[in-house]
């Protein structure tokens, strides 16, 4: 699912378009896995015997199976799936939801301080956690497994510093 261009200001170009890292999406299809085959074995099992209830076993075992897989693999896949993390040349955007929507945006000039933390493990595998400090009532914004955090912060710092030597230009009249 792509960010929608919608949401773009007349002339705004997307510098760069990400989702939290793919570690994310590991608990999600491992659940999906094992509370598949669980429940298909479940399922065989049950169809084999003569019970007299076994149609009501295998309902409720489908509705169980089905339930789990919903609530821990499906959701959280949306969740990942739906969480853009966007910067443009004029602003930086978090979104997340698809039935109730979450945003926020930095103007690049209102970016005043960008820092990113990771631990061993996230070096390891190449995310960690962005903080963007603004000049405004929000305060401050905090994305959480930013693929190649190292080489975003760089990216908004240099957005943000081009911007400021934009927007001086044209003040300047020049």
Request: charge should be negative; glycine fraction near 6%; proline fraction near 3%.
């Amino acid at each position: 699912m792509g960010y929608p261009d919608d949401q773009l200001a007349r002339g705004e170009q997307v510098q760069l378009h990400s989702h939290p890292h793919w570690k994310e999406a590991i608990g999600p299809v491992l659940w999906f896995v094992v509370f598949l085959l669980i429940g298909a074995i479940a399922i065989y099992y049950t169809a084999g015997t003569d019970w007299s209830i076994k149609t009501w076993l295998i309902l409720a075992e489908v509705v169980i199976t089905v339930g789990l897989l919903v609530w821990l693999s499906v959701v959280p896949w949306i969740k990942w799936q739906t969480t853009h993390y966007v910067i443009t040349d004029q602003r930086v955007m978090w979104r997340t939801g698809m039935v109730t929507r979450e945003s926020r945006h930095i103007p690049l000039a209102r970016v005043n301080t960008v820092s990113y933390t990771q631990s061993i493990t996230e070096r390891i595998f190449g995310y960690g956690d962005l903080k963007i400090d603004s000049a405004t009532d929000d305060g401050e914004i905090e994305l959480t497994d930013v693929p190649q955090v190292d080489k975003v912060k760089a990216v908004i710092y240099q957005l943000a510093e081009d911007d400021r030597n934009r927007r001086a230009q044209t003040s300047d009249g020049t």
